[in-house]
């Protein structure tokens, strides 16, 4: 069905969409990532009782890899 943006706009959303290319492209990223054992880089984790904090953090831009939030 079709999706009303009004209600979006109307509140100052912003919505950003992505290519993440084909099924098969992403099923042969995930065989890459497995064979090649590539983890990602956490730079902190904070406790869900500190996801506000988590956030501002994040925006701040002084992470160097994810930012996780533990529940």
């Known amino acids: 069905g079709e999706v009303n943006p009004l209600?979006?706009?109307?509140?100052g959303v912003c919505i950003q969409g992505i290519y993440v290319?084909?099924?098969e492209m992403f099923?042969?990223?995930l065989r890459a990532i497995e064979l090649h054992e590539i983890h990602p880089v956490i730079d902190r984790v904070f406790p869900f009782a500190e996801a506000r904090e988590a956030c501002h953090y994040l925006q701040s831009g002084a992470h160097f890899?994810?930012?996780v939030i533990s529940v």
């Open 21 to 23: 290319g084909s099924r």
């Open 7 to 11: 209600p979006a706009v109307m509140k």
């Open 27 to 29: 099923e042969a990223m």
């Open 65 to 67: 890899g994810k930012v």
